[in-house]
């Protein structure tokens, strides 16, 4: 089984109702809570406050735009969300119980949903997948000639520095951001030598950003949606080898805070 395994899964409203406009931490507690009924022993350290977790989680996705913070859903409504596992063990254990075993209909956020199908091929769903991380550190010789990453940030992303949240993917922030989940959960860790060459060898080249607010009862964080493209300067082919991969591991693991939350989903464009 693959370690790192992307599920989408597409619900519809049975009933009208309205939500806040974050729905991530209610997609969080579904995943939680099913763990919880189908593996209680494995559903605790999912739950702990360890530095970093082997999952995240999307809001719900698609749905109407917000108005001053609220989302009014029709029955009948459609959206999707998707699960993530960073861990091999529960990888498995996702596709092979936790899925099957899904009820429908489902509630999240208060409202309940009928789950209409799911996905975890990224040849069916641009947001499902299934890779291990010896494939994503083997990047192929091309990327040593790559002039530039491509990022595209779909749910609001943020950083935190020192005790504030900074809604901007800095180089250097996301690196840290990435290193920080990859040498908890990847096969091989980055060495901190690379790791200073790639957050130096790093320039932010063109975006097309904008601060959205993400509200949750009385939690407000604002984070960034959009595009930026980084820009290697005098990086050797080890070092873009590198970038390369977590780039390419940020569509499982996010960038920045909250990401088991729904924020930070992001992926690396061709």
């Known amino acids: 089984?693959?370690?790192l395994t992307a599920l989408v899964i597409e619900v519809e409203a049975l009933y009208p109702g309205t939500l806040d406009s974050a729905t991530g931490q209610a997609v969080q507690g579904l995943w939680l809570n099913h763990w919880k009924r189908l593996h209680p022993e494995l559903s605790q350290p999912l739950h702990d406050q360890y530095p970093v977790k082997p999952y995240t989680v999307s809001p719900l996705m698609g749905l109407p735009l917000p108005v001053r913070g609220r989302v009014a859903i029709q029955r009948g409504d459609r959206a999707w969300f998707r699960v993530v596992s960073l861990d091999s063990l529960l990888s498995e254990k996702l596709i092979e119980e936790w899925l099957p075993l899904l009820p429908s209909p489902i509630k999240i956020a208060g409202l309940e949903w009928r789950v209409i199908q799911t996905w975890y091929d990224n040849h069916t769903h641009a947001w499902a997948g299934q890779a291990d991380f010896n494939v994503l550190s083997s990047a192929p010789d091309s990327?040593?000639?790559?002039?530039?990453?491509?990022?595209?940030?779909?749910?609001?992303?943020?950083?935190?520095?020192?005790?504030?949240?900074?809604?901007?993917?800095?180089p250097n922030l996301l690196?840290?951001?990435?290193?920080?989940?990859?040498?908890?959960?990847?096969?091989?860790?980055?060495?901190?030598?690379?790791?200073?060459?790639a957050r130096d060898g790093l320039a932010v080249s063109a975006y097309s950003l904008k601060t959205v607010p993400a509200r949750n009862n009385d939690r407000l964080i604002i984070g960034c949606v959009g595009e930026l493209t980084l820009k290697p300067i005098g990086l050797d082919a080890q070092t873009r080898r590198i970038i390369e991969a977590l780039c390419k591991f940020a569509f499982?693991?996010?960038?920045?805070?909250?990401?088991?939350?729904g924020f930070g989903m992001t992926r690396l464009k061709e």
């Open 143 to 170: 990327c040593q000639e790559r002039q530039e990453w491509h990022l595209e940030f779909i749910t609001p992303t943020t950083f935190k520095v020192g005790k504030h949240n900074l809604p901007f993917p800095l």
């Open 252 to 261: 499982w693991a996010g960038s920045g805070q909250h990401t088991t939350q």
């Open 1 to 3: 089984m693959s370690a």
């Open 175 to 197: 690196i840290n951001s990435w290193v920080r989940r990859w040498n908890r959960l990847g096969v091989e860790p980055i060495a901190e030598e690379l790791l200073s060459q």
